[in-house]
């Protein structure tokens, strides 16, 4: 056999089906000019051989890394420059490939398939191999996005992704994009007492918090830090899968009435640690500790702070260690929200304010399970919670201006009570006081939505995903509704798929996809979603179909309906009592 390496670049049309379907001959068309004005000549640029056209696609071998992946930027910046329904997704690889007369086959050409096809709408995936290769010799920025298992590869693949400039991570701040970027990991417990199996994800949970008020900062969230809790892990993995720099791990161990904390940041590029220390104090000591790790860590990264942020950084939140470790044991449950967990957060934070009736934290938390008892429809009476939910974030922004979550439920107030001028204004607040907080610019995204500003919303939920890789389903399903709302149906169904196929039981991701493809002419598949909607909620009223949705705008809801209509769902009862997912 003829072997050699190559660099092997795999590309297709985004929804060539539904293109052709609506219109077969200027599809065609569109394609031929596309290649004639732009692809044939950057392919010849970077000396590329076309070795075969696949209808909706093409496949094209380089002799280097480079030409390929520079090819692929040319193609894909001129497309989003030019503009109209022909998008291509790009896949390259580089590996051994056979070659027979004029065609390439092997394991080199099946990963670059596999990366086409994980690749976004408009953007390129590259392997690992590719990227080791145009590192030091690009300017153009590729996001890691992990590893991944890939369809009938036998092991994991690296991933890099290159999107265009509009729908680059961090396009509504770009000068964030060269800031730090710093993980902190579930801090070990090693405490023989069960009483304090929540001090060590606390002790990270606030150093996460307070870093994320930092605007010079990229924190990753939580959900995806917390992931690491308990498994033995390589911190330069670690530091390459969730997109950070730095990494801060350690371990805390409470007992007779002494806490004894170690701490220590990496350089996960490197491998190189940048400072270690143990702390052995008394217990009502340990804010102070969370305090003196972070200005180690802020100092560690000269990091440059405003006045405002200066402040913010050491006011501290908490004074009493167990009206702390009951809002930890509140966080446990919200973040694994269901209305039972909800019921329970309640009741620790409850406990919490009696321990210490004056802690911020803990009344910005009761607002946000109000707020999540309304959302999912867990509210027996909606007009009580809402007013309970006001009063709940108004207190905590009385005790403390600087937290960001209860600007945010005050945000969540203003519009649930339709004041849509104050509810833009408080979580424009919020971003501002706590800029890398994943959670934060989630909501707001989803809050900018329901005020008819997708585009800006979009922004947001990008940067979300930045700062939360392994962030929660609901974030696919509310950047899929911005998407949809900009009328790029396309990637909004591919963000859909990649969201039921991670959680098979997430209701909206179903209810999205099937009036999507409903409207898109593709009843088969989506008659399979609407099979997975009965299976999950047999019973479902128009009203909770429509609080799903999650819009203000009545053309919007009506084409969603139109869609679930055409996809085979009957949206016309509304007997049934509705929950939210």
Same mark, same amino acid.
């Given at each position: ?446 809050? #900018?939505?329901?005020? @008819?500003?997708?585009? +800006? /919303?979009?922004?947001? !939920? &990008?940067? =979300?995903?930045?700062? *939360? $890789? ?12 911005? #998407?949809?709302?900009? @009328?790029?149906?396309? +990637? /909004?169904?591919?963000? !859909? &798929?990649? =969201?039921?196929?991670? *959680? $098979? ?77």
């Amino acid at each position: 056999m003829n072997r050699r390496l190559a660099a092997i670049l795999m590309a297709d049309i985004v929804g060539y089906s539904r293109l052709m379907h609506q219109d077969e001959e200027g599809t065609l068309n569109a394609f031929k000019t596309i290649r004639s004005d732009i692809v044939d000549g950057c392919l010849a640029r970077h000396s590329g051989r076309v070795v075969k056209l696949m209808g909706d696609g093409l496949l094209v071998e380089f002799a280097s890394a480079v030409s390929a992946v520079g090819a692929a930027i040319e193609i894909q910046s001129a497309l989003a420059a030019r503009g109209g329904p022909i998008r291509f997704r790009i896949g390259i690889n580089l590996g051994d490939v056979i070659v027979e007369e004029d065609d390439v086959f092997g394991d080199g050409v099946n990963v670059a398939a596999r990366l086409e096809a994980a690749a976004e709408p408009g953007s390129i995936c590259i392997s690992g191999s590719v990227y080791e290769q145009i590192r030091n010799k690009m300017d153009d920025v590729f996001e890691d996005l992990g590893e991944r298992a890939l369809k009938n590869i036998d092991r994991p693949v690296r991933l890099w992704q290159w999107r265009s400039g509009d729908k680059a991570p961090f396009a509504d701040e770009p000068a964030r994009a060269s800031s730090p970027s710093i993980a902190v990991l579930p801090f070990e417990n090693m405490s023989p007492d069960p009483e304090f199996r929540f001090f060590g994800d606390g002790l990270s949970e606030d150093i996460i918090t307070t870093l994320s008020k930092i605007s010079s900062l990229t924190v990753i969230a939580r959900n995806s830090s917390f992931s690491y809790k308990e498994r033995s892990v390589d911190l330069r993995s670690v530091g390459r899968e969730l997109g950070a720099r730095y990494v801060l791990d350690g371990s805390i161990r409470a007992a007779g009435g002494r806490v004894r904390v170690t701490a220590q940041l990496t350089d996960a590029s490197a491998g190189s640690h940048i400072w270690a220390e143990r702390y052995d104090r008394r217990m009502e000591d340990l804010f102070a500790v969370q305090d003196e790790i972070t200005r180690e860590i802020v100092t560690a990264l000269r990091t440059k702070l405003s006045d405002g942020e200066e402040a913010q950084l050491w006011l501290g939140g908490a004074h009493n260690i167990e009206a702390w470790s009951a809002v930890m044991a509140a966080h446990d449950c919200i973040f694994n929200a269901t209305a039972e967990n909800l019921v329970e957060a309640r009741e620790h934070l409850e406990r919490a304010l009696s321990h210490d009736p004056e802690y911020a934290a803990a009344h910005a938390l009761i607002g946000q399970v109000v707020w999540m008892q309304i959302r999912f429809g867990f509210a027996a009476d909606r007009p009580a919670a809402l007013a309970e939910l006001g009063a709940a974030a108004k207190r905590a922004e009385e005790l403390d201006p600087g937290n960001a979550l209860a600007q945010l439920m005050l945000a969540a107030t203003a519009q649930l009570s339709g004041e849509r001028a104050d509810a833009l204004r408080l979580g424009r607040r919020a971003v501002e006081l706590s800029p890398s907080n994943a959670f934060v610019r989630m909501a707001f995204g989803r809050l #900018l939505i329901l005020m @008819g500003q997708p585009a +800006e /919303a979009e922004e947001h !939920l &990008r940067l =979300a995903f930045r700062l *939360n $890789p392994h962030g929660p389903i609901v974030l696919y399903g509310i950047l899929a509704n911005a #998407l949809e709302q900009q @009328g790029n149906e396309e +990637e /909004a169904i591919a963000l !859909l &798929r990649e =969201a039921v196929a991670k *959680n $098979p039981d997430y209701l909206t991701g179903h209810l999205r996809l099937a009036s999507l493809l409903g409207l898109a002419g593709m009843p088969d598949p989506a008659s399979e979603h609407v099979s997975e909607i009965r299976r999950i909620r047999p019973q479902l009223d128009r009203g909770a179909i429509e609080e799903f949705y999650g819009t203000d705008d009545p053309a919007a809801l009506e084409r969603f309906l139109d869609g679930l209509c055409k996809a085979g769902l009957d949206v016309s009862a509304t007997d049934q009592p509705g929950t939210r997912s």
